[in-house]
């Protein structure tokens, strides 16, 4: 049996002009500003005039822990939105734009699969509509302005060695990720050590992500804590006269960006912070707008459910006050063997026993998606490989951890191959069951709050952090900034913070390598474990495969 690539399929896909999506929204061709005939920005005018509207049902989409076998949450993502709409709901698709560094490094596109895709694919994974390209602009000015402050005299009166904010680029880059700036004599201002992050990581992208509006989000850049003075004192960036400029470049990627799906049904993507070392959610302007717009908003959350989920719940649905109705839990059997010790290269021989072994990988998820009050459907993604008895050691696994897992053939079928999971979803979304909670309050202390992720979602025994970093954490909280809730910047291959540690380990401790405050997105980074805000590329990046070819058409990016 054959099957087209993914890129195949999307190049064929019979598009629609973007106004035809926005009117099945109710978004007006004068609320759309056109990138192309196929995508659009949705204007400020147009999300202020729906905010009064009630809001829609809200599912989420998460994951198992990542394997190299796949797992589909994204696939899953686009199936279930178009399958909504299959079975006549007005269902939307919230989703995060896709970051160059993966793209050329090795995870290659970010926009679903199979018949289960948003278009257009290349755009989407390349530069779409400069959003990325804004948000690292406005990072690296505020970077600039810093410098010459000093340069100029230095009236803040800042110490040079306690200047924290890095710079950034939207590539990963192993040599920038320590260096030394300002060498070359006085015309180039004060040598000093700093370096790069990736844009994703930048707090620049977590404030678009969760800024209200235009207001709100110049408010939260000058919020930004740069430096500090020899006496502790911080210096913000609105010290430095940056937050208007930074907003000015911000303005049109504030603004979320409407795509469809192969079916042709809405799908909004905006904004992108990793959840291995971000808060992994695409923005709260285009969930509520959706949310307004829709019966039923499907959106997903990077990564496995103990880091993109668990940041969902705790710091996106606390920051923006939402609440899931139902959250769907994405598997494949492949991912199960894996966890069950078979290799890459032996999964399409069946191995039931493999699959039961790997399975508490995916009981631990179920559990910890519980604690926070909102119901639990596992999505099977299918793969042809999979054997029946395979797929029903999964359903009765998930039955005896009091959950039901839905067998779901979207990526090969579209939206014929998820009705049935898209009739339970939204069963239950109108149910009324879920009593959604996140999972510590704000009045905890900080580093409380950093011991009850780690022991009740990792299932660790400790977390192990120095004598600094204590200080450092009861330091922000005397300012402020107890409130706060924790980002955890860890490897998302396992619930430990040893990459190679799978399934559902227990009695490990969780080392806290550095914390970060992050006062204009509201939230302090938990350096865990060899965690790296600048990925580096792998011994063969997908950068060398990736050519025009006599076409024109771009090979080797998906």
Request: aromatic residues 6%; glycine residues 10%; negative net charge.
């Amino acid at each position: 049996m054959s099957f087209k690539s993914d890129i195949e399929i999307a190049r064929e896909a019979k598009k629609r002009p973007i106004q035809e999506i926005g009117a099945k929204l109710g978004i007006g061709s004068d609320d759309l500003l056109p990138y192309g005939h196929d995508k659009a920005k949705v204007s400020q005018d147009f999300i202020q005039s729906v905010h009064g509207n009630k809001n829609g049902k809200l599912i989420l989409v998460t994951a198992i822990n990542p394997t190299p076998a796949g797992e589909g949450k994204t696939t899953t993502t686009v199936g279930l939105g178009d399958g909504l709409n299959a079975i006549g709901k007005k269902a939307a698709i919230c989703i995060r734009e896709a970051s160059l560094g993966p793209c050329f490094g090795m995870k290659g596109g970010a926009a679903g699969g199979g018949y289960a895709q948003v278009v257009p694919m290349e755009e989407m994974n390349l530069h779409f509509t400069g959003d990325f390209h804004a948000i690292t602009a406005a990072h690296n000015l505020l970077s600039a302005m810093i410098d010459n402050h000093i340069y100029w005299g230095n009236a803040l009166e800042i110490d040079e060695r306690r200047i924290t904010w890095r710079r950034v680029m939207d590539m990963n880059d192993r040599a920038l990720r320590d260096m030394v700036v300002g060498l070359g004599g006085v015309p180039n201002g004060f040598a000093r050590q700093t370096g790069f992050d990736i844009t994703v990581a930048s707090e620049v992208m977590a404030i678009l992500c969760l800024a209200t509006d235009l207001e709100d989000l110049e408010k939260r850049l000058g919020d930004i804590i740069v430096a500090y003075t020899r006496e502790r004192k911080p210096i913000y960036a609105r010290d430095i006269k940056a937050d208007g400029a930074m907003t000015v470049l911000l303005k049109d990627a504030m603004q979320p960006n409407l795509v469809q799906t192969l079916e042709n049904n809405p799908a909004f993507v905006h904004g992108g912070p990793f959840a291995n070392i971000a808060h992994g959610c695409n923005s709260v302007i285009a969930t509520t707008t959706a949310l307004k717009v829709a019966d039923y908003v499907v959106t997903e959350a990077g990564f496995g459910a103990d880091l993109g989920a668990e940041k969902f719940m705790n710091i996106k649905c606390r920051k923006a006050g939402l609440a899931p109705d139902c959250v769907v839990l994405v598997a494949t059997v492949r991912a199960m063997k894996m966890n069950g010790g078979v290799a890459k290269a032996d999964l399409g021989t069946e191995n039931v026993e493999a699959v039961e072994k790997g399975c508490p990988n995916l009981g631990r998820h179920i559990a910890n998606l519980k604690r926070f009050g909102v119901p639990v459907v596992v999505a099977i993604n299918h793969f042809v490989s999979d054997t029946d008895a395979e797929v029903q050691a999964v359903k009765d696994y998930v039955a005896s951890q009091g959950s039901e897992a839905i067998l779901c053939k979207h990526w090969a079928e579209g939206s014929a191959g998820v009705t049935d999971l898209a009739e339970r979803v939204a069963k239950i979304a109108d149910s009324g069951a879920s009593q959604f909670a996140p999972l510590y309050r704000d009045d905890m202390g900080l580093f409380e709050k950093i011991e009850t992720i780690a022991k009740q979602i990792y299932r660790a025994d400790e977390v192990l952090a120095d004598k600094k970093i204590r200080d450092q954490l009861r330091a922000w909280e005397d300012a402020g900034y107890g409130h706060l809730p924790v980002c955890m910047a860890k490897t998302q291959y396992s619930f430990s913070t040893d990459p190679n540690l799978r399934g559902a380990p227990t009695g490990h401790s969780v080392p806290v390598r550095e914390v970060r405050l992050s006062a204009g997105a509201g939230f302090i980074v938990v350096i865990c474990g060899e965690i790296m805000t600048m990925p580096g590329l792998p011994r063969v990046p997908s950068a060398e495969a990736i050519r025009l070819n006599d076409a024109g058409h771009v090979e080797g990016l998906f």
